[in-house]
């Protein structure tokens, strides 16, 4: 009997620790395309007729990876906000979030069509029931790439938070490309800077593929500190630095593990007294090994949809990230 009540006593402590974590997660799902055709951008390869074949058969298996990495990477909580890029569309959002077991977590979408030549999005999903969007806005950048969207919400806790989802210009173009990113960092720069102005006690998220490192010129634009730091509120953290310095990578790159889906913190998450707070050891990237194949040569890579021109049915070329907050 006693050992039947500690069982029941830990469990109830485990959903106890569970209902007082608030995890967000960021997951570039690498084209995550319809099979129609948008005759507004280059889609065409992602099409039946198109170079790689793309049907409703590859679509949902597509579609179905992608929540089992979301499950998964959970770790037995579904996360409660979820940043993705290389979206198409609404549709593929609504295929995700209501034709999947992820329908049973009452997710909403928050998506805007982006000027992306090719038509992929950043986006956010949420859990309704633990986080209430408040406002939200795609702003532009001085290129034809990706928006940055911004959402303002409120936890179940009644915390404020401030999400801005990312992808960055591609490192396509070398010299030039870097310069493209420093053009969307200082919009960036911009809005978090509108928000501190107005509050520096602002709970600000930033999370997004940057296709850049931790300490690489564009991302520096932010100004945003070591978490070692400890410079108060006001100013944003580099949550992703200490995983670059134990050579932890998100994607593989000519045989090499790189970090650039990366996440940032205002201070007031790291040093505030009460509400939701995070620290160095709150960010992982979920390298789980059915996300994973073994090539020869090459050793352990993302397992992607397709590898060169052929179709693997995988999941993606990035892995995911996932940021847990915790209650004071």
Not at 313 to 322: E, T
Request: hydrophobic share 35%.
């Amino acid at each position: 009997m006693k050992i039947i009540l500690f069982i029941l006593l830990l469990f109830v402590s485990i959903d106890n620790i569970r209902s007082q974590e608030f995890k967000v997660m960021f997951y570039n799902v690498e084209n995550f395309f319809d099979i129609k055709d948008d005759p507004d951008t280059d889609d065409a390869d992602f099409t039946p007729a198109g170079a790689n074949h793309w049907n409703m058969r590859k679509f949902i298996l597509k579609r179905n990876n992608i929540y089992k990495t979301v499950i998964a990477a959970g770790r037995g909580q579904a996360p409660h906000v979820i940043g993705l890029c290389e979206v198409e569309n609404r549709y593929a959002l609504q295929q995700l979030t209501l034709q999947t077991p992820l329908s049973k977590y009452n997710y909403d979408i928050v998506h805007y069509d982006s000027p992306d030549r090719r038509g992929i999005d950043v986006a956010l999903i949420y859990m309704k029931d633990s986080f209430n969007v408040i406002t939200s806005h795609a702003h532009k950048t001085p290129l034809r790439t990706r928006d940055i969207l911004y959402v303002k919400g409120k936890t179940g806790k009644n915390d404020t938070l401030h999400f801005f989802v990312n992808h960055w210009p591609s490192k396509w173009g070398g010299a030039a490309s870097e310069n493209s990113r420093i053009l969307v960092a200082n919009v960036l720069k911009r809005l978090v800077d509108s928000i501190f102005n107005e509050n520096r006690n602002a709970n600000i998220c930033i999370m997004g593929d940057f296709n850049d490192y931790p300490d690489s010129k564009p991302v520096k634009v932010l100004d945003a500190k070591p978490l070692h730091a400890n410079e108060g509120n006001g100013c944003l953290y580099n949550m992703s630095l200490h995983l670059q310095d134990d050579k932890q990578g998100s994607i593989k790159y000519q045989n090499k593990w790189e970090l650039i889906d990366l996440f940032f913190v205002s201070g007031n998450l790291l040093f505030n007294k009460t509400g939701l707070h995070c620290s160095e050891s709150s960010i992982e990237i979920f390298k789980a090994g059915f996300l994973l194949e073994t090539l020869t040569g090459e050793g352990e890579s993302p397992k992607r949809t397709y590898r060169g021109p052929v179709y693997v049915g995988g999941f993606s070329d990035h892995l995911p990230v996932i940021l847990t907050f915790k209650n004071r």
